[in-house]
């Protein structure tokens, strides 16, 4: 592999893909360091808007042509696959290239402590979390979240080297390549069975992930993970443990919930109080989230006092079941939920709030997902009231596999429950507008574009 030398600082540096939500975050970080930076996507954005202001020479669309003689180092994102004429023109050249997974962990080294948050569901809330504590603790942290975090008003914050806070994400076991020093597994669920094999598989995944930290290093697991002990066993690091009960490390007592389903609750170090959080997300998971946070933040040295107080103070990312605002009398809710535990967790919030009708609108994401965990979305989506079906959104994917959402809308139909599909967000907008009657609450669901619908309906 390629090995980075840092303190040239006439490298240039080129991305492929340069607009993805992390990709754009370390060309910033290269820009705000003096590193020439290229890159090209297929189309313009804000943040490639942010990267041309900061300096860097950005070309629309990808072509050979951008692959100039002056380049040293080619990062390139999971989304681009051989076939890509700049990636392929690199290949032909025969340059340095580092996928952005490659060069995040290389980054990662330069910082005395460098935080990965991993697991199937809740990074980007827990690495949000964490990153609000080390904030107000009065870091100054580099941070790279994957969804956008108010506080610092985006994706990515350049700091300084004492700190590094990043999500780790298992899917092609790009987390392998990072270099942590303290590592976060919130849950190991069965998920992207397009590249692993079964739930052993991925158990095995996040093993390795735990091996690559150091002996002095840190890994905070939950203690209810599926193969806990085949993940943990023979560790050489410190484990620190977050659960449901005193069984573990950090754990929550006394729990309730407000109108809005935002809980509280006591958390416990041991045998001792840390003190009184009261969080301003809704749901049960969230509780999980914060003690990890909770746990991640002693382990790097941050005063338990400020811990709570950031905890209470944390007002979530975007399209983690963010408030949008209301039509008609009709609450929306949008959520980034995409797998059955994810849905289930984010319905059992809702509700707990006050509504007449709970309708779900969800967009399945990409095809492997849907067909192999079909009976598990069709039961945590049954906790709806109504629920309506848009396209299943492809990602990566093609339709090989003779899946629809018609097929999930039928599956939820046979549980005795309520669901319909429609083609396009145009019918979708169109059944709700007539069928919502005030009091009801709204939540567009799923990794994809399903948010657009809560924005037109909200206009």
């Known amino acids: 592999m390629y090995n980075v030398d840092f303190s040239d600082t006439k490298l240039h540096f080129h991305f492929i893909g340069i607009g993805g939500i992390s990709m754009s975050g370390i060309a910033e970080l290269l820009l705000s360091e003096g590193f020439p930076v290229s890159g090209s996507d297929m189309t313009e954005s804000e943040l490639t808007d942010r990267l041309r202001s900061l300096g860097a020479c950005i070309s629309y669309p990808q072509s050979a042509d951008n692959i100039t003689d002056d380049i040293s180092l080619v990062i390139y994102s999971a989304a681009i696959h051989e076939d890509n004429p700049e990636l392929a023109e690199v290949r032909r050249r025969k340059l340095p290239a580092l996928t952005r997974a490659e060069f995040l962990g290389q980054l990662m080294k330069r910082y005395a402590v460098s935080a990965a948050v991993s697991g199937t569901h809740g990074k980007t809330t827990t690495t949000s979390m964490l990153s609000e504590i080390l904030l107000k603790a009065g870091k100054d942290p580099t941070l790279s979240v994957g969804g956008i975090l108010k506080s610092i008003g985006g994706n990515f914050r350049v700091g300084k080297r004492d700190f590094f806070v990043t999500e780790a994400c298992e899917y092609t076991n790009s987390f392998l390549s990072f270099a942590p020093t303290l590592g976060v597994i919130l849950n190991v669920d069965e998920d992207h069975l397009d590249f692993f094999k079964d739930l052993n598989d991925i158990q095995r995944s996040f093993r390795k992930f735990a091996l690559l930290l150091p002996e002095n290093g840190s890994l905070v697991i939950n203690s209810e993970t599926k193969g806990f002990d085949i993940i943990t066993d023979g560790l050489k690091c410190r484990i620190v443990t977050f659960g449901s009960d005193s069984s573990s490390d950090y754990y929550p007592s006394d729990i309730s919930f407000d109108r809005l389903a935002c809980p509280s609750f006591t958390l416990h170090h041991a045998d001792r109080s840390l003190g009184k959080v009261s969080l301003r997300i809704p749901g049960e998971h969230n509780i999980g989230n914060a003690c990890a946070a909770a746990a991640a933040a002693v382990e790097m040295g941050i005063d338990e006092e400020r811990i709570i107080r950031a905890l209470s103070e944390f007002e979530g990312t975007d399209r983690r079941f963010q408030h949008k605002g209301s039509f008609n009398g009709v609450e ?99 059944f709700l507008r007539e069928n919502c009657i005030h009091g009801d609450l709204l939540i567009t669901m799923g990794a994809g574009d399903v948010y657009k619908i809560g924005d037109a309906l909200l206009k």
Not at 335 to 359: F, G, M, Q, V
Not at 387 to 392: C, E
């Open 332 to 430: 929306v809710i949008d959520d980034y939920a995409h797998h059955p535990t994810e849905i289930r967790a984010s319905l059992t919030a809702a509700k707990k709030c006050e509504y007449n009708t709970l309708w779900c609108v969800f967009q399945p994401h990409t095809y492997t997902r849907t067909k192999a965990l079909l009976p598990e979305f069709a039961e945590a989506l049954s906790l709806a009231d109504r629920v309506v079906l848009a396209d299943i959104y492809a990602a990566r994917e093609t339709d090989t596999l003779g899946i629809s959402s018609e097929t999930l809308a039928e599956e939820i139909r046979a549980l005795g429950h309520n669901a319909c599909y429609f083609d396009s967000f145009e019918k979708i907008e169109k």
